[in-house]
């Protein structure tokens, strides 16, 4: 045991707590690594992103059927990013977000399961010249950091866990952040009456037929079908729980975006 150690004592009690706390951090990493029943966040649903050719049809699709400079822009404005802060983004994907803030901000954490969106997102960023992003693969459950965060942005990402495991990622999410500090949380999230679910999951799936083509039709019927996407009033009490205070920004039948605190 670290504190056992005759040398303990003299060491300044600040330092004393850093040591123990990264100590008790590592044994909880090398605990989680050698856990059967840990939930492992790379395995996927549906598309393989995993496989370079489906990330990069993924980036050409986001750019064509969304506007991505713009929706950066907006989360950049609603959370207040500013030149001092830091921030993690969990969910990366191609680093479209990633890129814009780290424009605004002193650094940007930015994580993702998968190694082929890393590796993408990372060269995207290198080729336009931005130093101040680190890439990393992890997840909710697996990312590590040292030291604490201005803000951690998470955009349809949190509806790859089961409940269980999401109360453990919000948990993990409110440590991570400073006092002060901003979770933005938007996502897929079902506040319809579920007596209605055959007709507005329908209504929805066809919405998106027609709006941005069968493929994105495809994935919405997978993402029912197979994700774990959760009830507003779970959702909402798992945010209460974990200790932030948040707004409801936007809410419909099947997105809703959270804007949290940590007080």
Not at 46 to 73: C, L, P, W
Not at 87 to 110: D, R, S, W
Not at 216 to 230: D, G, L, N, P, W
Request: net charge negative; hydrophobic share 40%.
């Amino acid at each position: 045991m670290i504190k056992d150690n005759p040398n303990w004592k003299s060491i300044d009690g600040k330092q004393r707590e850093k040591i123990y706390q990264k100590a008790k951090t590592l044994k909880e990493a090398i605990m989680k690594s050698n856990t059967k029943w840990f939930y492992d966040e790379t395995v996927q649903v549906g598309t393989d992103y995993q496989d370079i050719s489906n990330v990069q049809a993924y980036d050409m699709q986001m750019e064509k059927f969304r506007d991505v400079k713009k929706e950066a822009t907006d989360i950049i404005e609603s959370i207040c990013l500013g030149e001092k802060h830091s921030l993690l983004e969990i969910g990366t994907g191609t680093g479209n977000f990633a890129i814009e803030a780290a424009k605004h901000c002193n650094k940007v954490y930015a994580i993702d399961v998968s190694s082929a969106m890393i590796a993408y997102a990372k060269q995207k960023a290198q080729k336009m010249g931005m130093s101040n992003i680190s890439f990393c693969q992890a997840g909710f459950l697996s990312y590590e950091h040292n030291g604490d965060l201005d803000m951690i942005v998470s955009n349809l990402a949190l509806h790859h866990l089961p409940d269980f495991w999401k109360m453990i990622a919000l948990k993990k999410i409110y440590k991570l952040l400073k006092n002060g500090g901003t979770f933005y949380l938007d996502d897929v999230v079902f506040s319809f009456p579920v007596e209605e679910y055959d007709y507005k999951i329908d209504n929805w799936i066809d919405a998106i037929k027609e709006k941005a083509g069968i493929n994105f039709a495809e994935e919405a019927q997978m993402h029912i079908k197979e994700e774990y996407s959760t009830f507003d009033w779970i959702i909402e009490e798992m945010l209460h729980k974990s200790g932030f205070e948040f707004e409801i920004r936007h809410k419909d039948d099947f997105f809703a975006l959270y804007y949290c605190k940590k007080n």
